[in-house]
């Protein structure tokens, strides 16, 4: 019995900070395009309007539910929840500290892994189910994109792994105590080449062409109102979040930093890389998505080979 | 191949290019005003509202002459006071915001700068009799647009 409410603590403990990370990456990614774009952003609401996502979340909770005619009924009412379980799921191994992890499973990167590509699944389902070209154009290229972006991110983790020889989260941050494993040239390379892919797997711009506003309206999700809506944004910045805060624990050193507690710097890190992937979306066009494709497999994939290959044979000399 | 690379090379310093231009943008001041809280000042001879200062005028109705919509209307009633002196009063004076142009012909014609174009640019209304008969009589006149706002003793300064 007492495991279970330990259980519940810890869920519960993880949906109140990913439903609160998420709406404050909200603002957050509105203030950063405004600062970017020379404008004040959100102002009313709260401070700085800090409390400008509470409002926006209340209306969305408010908004009529529209189901449009034909719709594929169980493929449309399941997409949200298959977007929105896995990265919640994926938060089951994320060190936020030596203690605060949910559980710190032997094959935990692997884990992470597997369960975010799951996603894809839930966008297609969406583009399946409206019943729209654009929507089921727009769950096609996230297919194509997300499957073709997954090996040179999962190359990169790979090099991670050959340096650590575990897939435990902890002993990849463990492995990290004399010196982060982006100062290493070869992980460097990784880091990069991680970022790149990350950012095509959450569908952010310069790789949004899943949801690209001037050709698609926007792609898989055109067609939910209200919180379905908000579920698929839910799931995006929390995808966000994942991808950023395995970057910060595989790379650049986890929770571990002098003077400031575990926790801050973990989410230091994490935050300063969203920050990035946000200035980066505020700055590049879309790409076009043979251009995508062509950089995915033609240029992405080899580079993370020959950085395996490289780095690999300096392991066993 | 060369071509290839030098290609490659190209697109990566352009986006660093680009990513600094953002950079640099981010500690610029911002060009926007957070508006209802803070308004943007007009220029000293931007064309707003019809303001009028009531001790100043001399009922010469030259304004009403000269303004070509007819969006202003003045009357007045002369009385003989005790000295044996004419004495004349303004009964009323209305502007229509509908009618009015903003040309500022009744400014430039008036002879003891009573009439004036102020700095009031917000004209919007809830209600259509909002804007149709402004008492210019009245210091108070656009307390439905700005309450902190009143009539002036003197025209401001335009030049």
């Given at each position: 019995m007492a495991d279970l409410g330990a259980l519940f603590l810890q869920g519960s403990a993880v949906l109140g900070f990913i439903a609160v990370s998420a709406m404050y990456l909200v603002w957050l990614e509105r203030k950063v395009s405004a600062v970017i774009q020379n404008r004040m952003g959100p102002m009313i609401v709260g401070w700085h309007g800090s409390l400008q996502t509470v409002a926006d979340v209340v209306k969305l909770l408010l908004k009529e539910n529209i189901v449009p005619t034909g719709v594929d009924k169980?493929?449309?009412?399941?997409?949200?929840?298959?977007?929105?379980?896995?990265?919640?799921?994926?938060?089951?191994?994320?060190?936020?500290?030596?203690?605060?992890?949910v559980n710190?499973?032997?094959?935990?990167?692997?884990?992470?892994?597997?369960?975010?590509?799951?996603?894809?699944?839930?966008?297609?389902?969406?583009g399946w189910g409206s019943n729209n070209k654009y929507?089921?154009?727009?769950?096609?290229?996230?297919?194509?994109?997300?499957?073709?972006?997954?090996?040179?991110?999962?190359?990169?983790?790979?090099?991670?792994?050959?340096?650590?020889?575990?897939?435990?989260?902890?002993?990849?941050?463990a492995a990290q105590a004399h010196g982060w494993f982006i100062l290493k040239p070869g992980l460097a390379l990784a880091f990069l080449v991680y970022l790149i892919s990350a950012t095509a797997e959450?569908?952010?711009?310069?790789?949004?062409?899943?949801?690209?506003?001037?050709?698609?309206?926007?792609?898989?999700?055109?067609?939910?109102?209200?919180?379905?809506?908000?579920?698929?944004?839910?799931?995006?910045?929390?995808?966000?979040?994942?991808?950023?805060?395995?970057?910060?624990?595989?790379?650049?050193?986890?929770?571990?930093?002098?003077?400031?507690?575990?926790?801050?710097?973990?989410?230091?890190?994490?935050?300063?890389?969203?920050?990035?992937?946000?200035?980066?979306?505020?700055?590049?066009?879309?790409?076009?998505?043979?251009?995508?494709?062509?950089?995915?497999?033609k240029f992405l994939t080899p580079l993370a080979l020959l950085n395996i290959l490289v780095s690999g044979w300096a392991l066993v000399k | 191949m060369f071509q290839k690379i030098k290609f490659f090379y190209l697109s990566i310093i352009s986006i660093l290019i680009g990513m600094r231009v953002t950079l640099k943008n981010m500690f610029v001041p911002r060009i926007t005003l957070n508006y209802p809280i803070k308004k943007q000042s007009m220029k000293k001879k931007h064309r707003g509202m019809v303001d009028l200062i009531p001790p100043d005028c001399v009922i010469c109705y030259q304004c009403i002459k000269i303004c070509p919509v007819a969006a202003l209307d003045l009357a007045h009633k002369q009385e003989v006071a005790a000295d044996g002196k004419k004495v004349k009063e303004i009964t009323k004076f209305t502007f229509n915001?509908?009618?009015?142009?903003?040309?500022?012909?009744?400014?430039?014609?008036?002879?003891?700068?009573?009439?004036?174009?102020?700095?009031?640019?917000?004209?919007?209304?809830?209600?259509?009799?909002?804007?149709?008969?402004?008492?210019?009589?009245?210091?108070?006149?656009?307390?439905?647009?700005?309450?902190?706002?009143?009539?002036?003793?003197?025209?401001?300064?335009?030049?």
């Open positions: 169980l493929a449309w009412w399941l997409a949200p929840f298959f977007v929105m379980v896995p990265p919640v799921m994926a938060f089951l191994c994320i060190p936020f500290g030596q203690k605060l992890i710190d499973l032997n094959v935990g990167i692997l884990y992470i892994a597997s369960v975010t590509s799951v996603c894809v699944l839930g966008i297609f389902m969406a929507s089921l154009l727009g769950g096609m290229r996230s297919a194509a994109q997300i499957i073709s972006y997954e090996v040179p991110l999962l190359l990169s983790i790979t090099l991670v792994v050959m340096h650590t020889g575990t897939l435990s989260m902890q002993g990849i941050v959450v569908n952010r711009v310069p790789f949004d062409i899943p949801e690209a506003e001037s050709e698609l309206g926007a792609g898989y999700h055109t067609e939910y109102t209200g919180m379905k809506f908000a579920i698929f944004f839910l799931s995006e910045y929390t995808n966000v979040f994942i991808v950023s805060s395995v970057a910060a624990t595989l790379f650049l050193g986890g929770w571990q930093g002098p003077f400031l507690p575990p926790l801050v710097w973990f989410l230091l890190k994490v935050y300063g890389i969203i920050f990035f992937l946000m200035w980066v979306r505020w700055t590049l066009p879309r790409v076009r998505m043979d251009q995508m494709m062509a950089f995915a497999w | 915001g509908e009618l009015c142009c903003f040309c500022g012909l009744c400014e430039e014609i008036c002879p003891t700068d009573a009439i004036y174009l102020s700095q009031m640019y917000e004209v919007s209304v809830f209600s259509h009799e909002d804007v149709l008969n402004i008492d210019l009589m009245d210091p108070k006149k656009y307390a439905h647009i700005d309450s902190a706002y009143s009539t002036p003793e003197k025209k401001p300064n335009k030049n």
